[in-house]
């Protein structure tokens, strides 16, 4: 009797085995099916989409119609031309900057990354750009007394009234800045430092190279004869 109910035991534990498999295999079938009926975008690990980046005159129209707000247009000047993340910036304070206004310091306690960078700037413009009618700030102050969530909506608002597709967010200024530096010819480590990357690849996202810079590059080579 034993024998056989051991035998007995272990035909259902087949038979349940084999049924629990097949409602397996169905469940992850109608689950690879609703993914595709939805398009599913879900992507690789490691992958990253290229990024997003203005054009000179996208830049120019939004910044236009930011001038009716006119700290939120300093800041923008500000991200576009220095490549500082949002919250860099907002935690930047007047002395961070140097007395000449050439160089920012981003400290480390204010990085993603931990590191501290310097950045330049272009002199005294930074006191014209963000500077609100005091003759000498205290240097404790911050240099833009924005909320971050504020300045994202008017950004956003703004874009769509320059009539510029896709969405537009700080972040896409600091891409901006990365592609328009890179495509002035700077060197991919300078540009890494500037922006203050752990790792060259992530700078590497930001080239975009043409067959115009193809032909440069191979134009710049003086013939042997």
Not at 26 to 50: E, I, L, Q
Not at 152 to 166: D, E, K, W
């Amino acid at each position: 009797m034993r024998g056989s109910f051991t035998s007995g035991s272990s035909r259902k534990a087949k038979v349940k085995s084999s049924s629990q498999t097949l409602a397996d295999l169905k469940k992850a079938s109608r689950t690879a099916a609703a993914a595709g009926r939805r398009g599913s975008t879900r992507k690789r690990p490691g992958t990253k989409n290229p990024p997003q980046a203005l054009s000179r005159d996208e830049a120019d129209r939004i910044l236009r119609d930011l001038f009716r707000h006119a700290e939120h247009a300093a800041l923008f000047r500000f991200l576009l031309y220095t490549g500082l993340r949002l919250g860099e910036a907002l935690a930047l304070r007047w002395g961070n900057v140097s007395m000449d206004y050439d160089w920012i310091t981003v400290p480390a306690s204010i990085s993603k990354t931990g590191r501290g960078r310097v950045v330049p700037w272009r002199g005294p413009h930074l006191r014209i750009c963000v500077e609100r009618g005091w003759e000498t700030p205290a240097r404790s102050a911050r240099i833009f007394n924005i909320g971050a969530r504020a300045f994202q909506r008017l950004l956003g608002r703004a874009a769509v009234r320059a009539g510029v597709s896709g969405r537009v967010s700080p972040h896409v200024l600091r891409h901006t800045f990365a592609t328009w530096t890179l495509s002035a010819g700077a060197n991919l480590r300078v540009v890494q430092l500037l922006l203050g990357h752990s790792s060259i690849r992530t700078t590497q996202l930001y080239t975009h190279p043409t067959k115009d810079d193809l032909r440069s590059a191979v134009d710049a080579v003086d013939p042997l004869v």
